[in-house]
């Protein structure tokens, strides 16, 4: 029901943009997250984002250089990536949250969606 596309191979100072869409159901009441998972690593946080949009929050690696954003017409989840950075190579996911969304989610537990990931590497 989530399907994330837009990664690929960059070379570090560059952008991408991801994008998650979401089929078979509305996503308008729930939060959404961005998370990642590295080779050899555990999946972490990177981006979430309420019903609404008022309320984002970000992991510290990559505040500042990322954004994340949300169309309820599209039913679309983006994250635009700025200034990327080798250690930001990683399979990025969307995931919807099991609550309604009033609230920004940064635990993995808080999510019962998941897509399923897009490659994004970047070279030094």
């Known amino acids: 029901q989530l399907a994330e596309s837009g990664g690929g191979l960059v070379q570090a100072g560059n952008s991408l943009k991801l994008s998650c869409v979401a089929s078979g159901r509305t996503l308008h009441v729930h939060s959404m997250s961005w998370f990642r998972q590295a080779p050899g690593k555990e999946r972490e946080f990177v981006a979430c984002i309420n019903w609404n949009a008022a309320i984002t929050s970000y992991a510290d690696s990559v505040k500042g250089r990322f954004t994340i954003s949300r169309d309820h017409a599209k039913n679309t989840l983006y994250l635009e990536m700025n200034s990327l950075k080798p250690e930001d190579t990683a399979v990025y996911y969307c995931?919807?949250?099991?609550?309604?969304?009033?609230?920004?989610?940064?635990?993995?537990?808080?999510?019962?969606?998941w897509g399923q990931g897009t490659q994004v590497t970047v070279s030094s």
């Open positions: 995931a919807k949250s099991r609550q309604y969304g009033t609230m920004c989610y940064e635990a993995i537990g808080d999510y019962d969606g």
